[in-house]
């Protein structure tokens, strides 16, 4: 008797559940939807539910004048973020294995540069990169998104250093290996999962980034949500493209955030959630 | 799962007495070794942040459109008195805290009550919470035009076209409730986001515990309030100071569902400052609207990073 109630509460409980989550994921399933309908399915009245799902919206898209977009938002993340590991991984050593002075000082000047206001510094920025002639180039987006994403950076990774038992290093001394050496040698491999975190939520916050990219680009360096600006008026009813570009866009985030839910979270809260 | 505040981050040099040398003791040789692999990233960081914030302080004391050439002159205190008096910047700073205290306390609760009947005893499990944190991993400028076009259109949008047999159908949503829409919207974008950091909380709970509060009858409110929510309220706490650093600074949904209005109704500071700066050009005017942001951020600040010290207990235990 009583595992049935326990058997039926349980039934309730994933029914509610299940209705929750399915109604948080429905505008993503709907944008799929959309994106494999024709343009006179995708804007109809009233909706069209049921209907021969079609990849030609895919295909106009993919031909057309998104694909430069897309690669601009890959050029822009990747690059950004390998140079937040590449500037962030000594750093987080010298504020975790051999610690300097002031650590916590320099810890909480990193992190509050993350969550500075932009308008702190978006105006000189801007005459700047108007003066050297880096509006519209993507080297000033990659400039910005490593400022954005190194205090993250530094951050997380530190938190996994932590994690590094400190009779490694010691050993390496004692060999008489040097910084490179400890640094390729002992660190990459232990934290290759904090490699993944923080490539993970830098690729995450670069290529979602929206306000520099639509400031500080037009034509030549625009990412790919610039791309989706074009769609803001809904003017021509291009639902089914808008579609499937917002599901291009969103794809690499959305992936690998699903496949690195565990770095996901831990990525998220700087390192403090394990 | 375990959260730093509790046992997470040993202390920066903490702890380090026996494993650590702690940096207090090392030759000044030394102390430079120590220094160097931080020095790139730190003055990378410090060059591409506060040289530019102490630029804006200067600027914010001239008068200067950059669409007028030759305006450039000093103004004193003008700029900030007209930021008293500008109704734009009044209605941004208002519509600012009802944006994010609306979005945090609302997806803190979704997110809580999602992470509870995700922890407990449910089918699928697995694939719910792959569902569940899509929302936060689109992007951002492709959910809002999502919302915008395909789901609240009045025309064309599917809930229009659902809520007709309530007599809700042909609503405009976001012509007659812009600043709801915008929240809602946010709230769907940060709920996954409170609930993938509760969950957290939840998981790292000890079921003797719980088994232990049953055995000794108490009933299922007790024991999510006596024993449940202390425990999550750390994790809590966190997502909330995480989620509003990042809500406080909202703008693509703003820009993409309403581009601000109508009129002022859906400005918030990020947003004024995109149109002082960017449609006016006006530089000494934004940049007084910066300084405003950064001093409000830090009076906040200093309030949250009470709270974020004890999250991250990065100063050394006494």
Request: charge should be positive; charged fraction near 10%.
């Amino acid at each position: 008797m009583a595992a049935l109630v326990a058997n039926r509460s349980k039934v309730l409980l994933s029914l509610v559940g299940w209705v929750v989550v399915l109604v948080f994921f429905f505008p993503v399933l709907w944008m799929w939807m959309e994106s494999l309908k024709t343009e006179p399915q995708a804007a109809s009245s009233p909706p069209t539910i049921f209907f021969v799902p079609t990849l030609s919206t895919f295909q106009e898209v993919l031909s057309g004048d998104f694909p430069p977009f897309f690669i601009n938002s890959a050029v822009a993340s990747i690059v950004s973020t390998l140079l937040v590991l590449v500037l962030g991984l000594p750093a987080a050593y010298a504020l975790a294995i051999r610690p300097v002075k002031r650590t916590q000082d320099v810890l909480f000047f990193f992190i509050s540069t993350r969550f500075l206001p932009f308008a702190a510094s978006l105006v000189p920025l801007y005459l700047l990169a108007r003066d050297l002639q880096l509006l519209d180039n993507i080297f000033a987006l990659i400039a910005i998104y490593t400022t954005i994403n190194l205090p993250l950076g530094v951050w997380l990774l530190r938190s996994f250093l932590l994690e590094i038992p400190h009779d490694l290093f010691e050993a390496a001394r004692v060999d008489g290996a040097s910084f490179f050496n400890e640094i390729v040698r002992i660190v990459v491999p232990l934290i290759a999962p904090g490699l993944a975190a923080t490539s993970l939520i830098c690729l995450i916050f670069s290529w979602n980034e929206f306000f520099y990219a639509v400031n500080f680009t037009s034509s030549v360096a625009a990412t790919a949500p610039i791309f989706l600006v074009g769609f803001i008026s809904g003017r021509g009813l291009f639902y089914a493209k808008l579609a499937a570009a917002a599901t291009l866009s969103s794809l690499p985030v959305l992936l690998a955030g699903w496949i690195a839910q565990k770095q996901l979270i831990r990525g998220l809260t700087l390192g403090a959630v394990k | 799962m375990k959260i730093a505040g509790r046992s997470i981050l040993p202390p920066v040099a903490g702890r380090g007495g026996e494993r650590v040398q702690t940096a207090a003791s090392v030759s000044r040789r030394e102390a430079w070794a120590r220094r160097l692999p931080l020095l790139p990233a730190f003055v990378y960081v410090f060059l591409v942040t506060q040289i530019p914030f102490a630029l804006t302080i200067y600027y914010s004391f001239f008068s200067w459109n950059l669409l007028k050439p030759g305006s450039f002159r000093f103004a004193g205190l003008q700029n900030y008195a007209s930021l008293l008096t500008d109704d734009l910047v009044r209605s941004a700073v208002l519509n600012t805290v009802v944006l994010t205290v609306c979005v945090i306390v609302i997806s803190v609760v979704l997110g809580l009550a999602v992470a509870m009947i995700l922890n407990s005893e449910v089918f699928g499990k697995g694939v719910m919470r792959t569902l569940m944190i899509a929302p936060f991993l689109i992007m951002p400028t492709a959910g809002a035009l999502i919302w915008k076009h395909t789901l609240l259109n009045p025309l064309y949008g599917l809930l229009p076209y659902f809520l007709t047999p309530l007599g809700l159908g042909r609503v405009d949503w976001i012509g007659r409730f812009p600043m709801v829409t915008v929240i809602a919207v946010e709230v769907w974008r940060w709920t996954p986001f409170m609930m993938l950091i509760i969950l957290a909380g939840l998981q790292s709970q000890n079921p003797e515990v719980l088994e232990a509060a049953r055995v000794d009858g108490a009933n299922a409110l007790q024991t999510f309030r006596r024993i449940t929510l202390p425990m999550v309220r750390p994790f809590i706490e966190l997502g909330a100071l995480l989620g509003s650093l990042f809500v406080v600074q909202t703008y693509d949904s703003i820009y993409m569902l309403t581009y601000g209005g109508p009129g002022t109704d859906t400005t918030n500071i990020p947003f004024a400052l995109y149109l002082v700066a960017f449609q006016g050009f006006n530089i000494g005017q934004a940049s007084a609207i910066g300084v405003v942001a950064v001093i409000i951020t830090i009076i906040v600040a200093t309030f949250a990073l009470r709270t974020f010290f004890t999250i991250f207990q990065v100063e050394p235990r006494r």
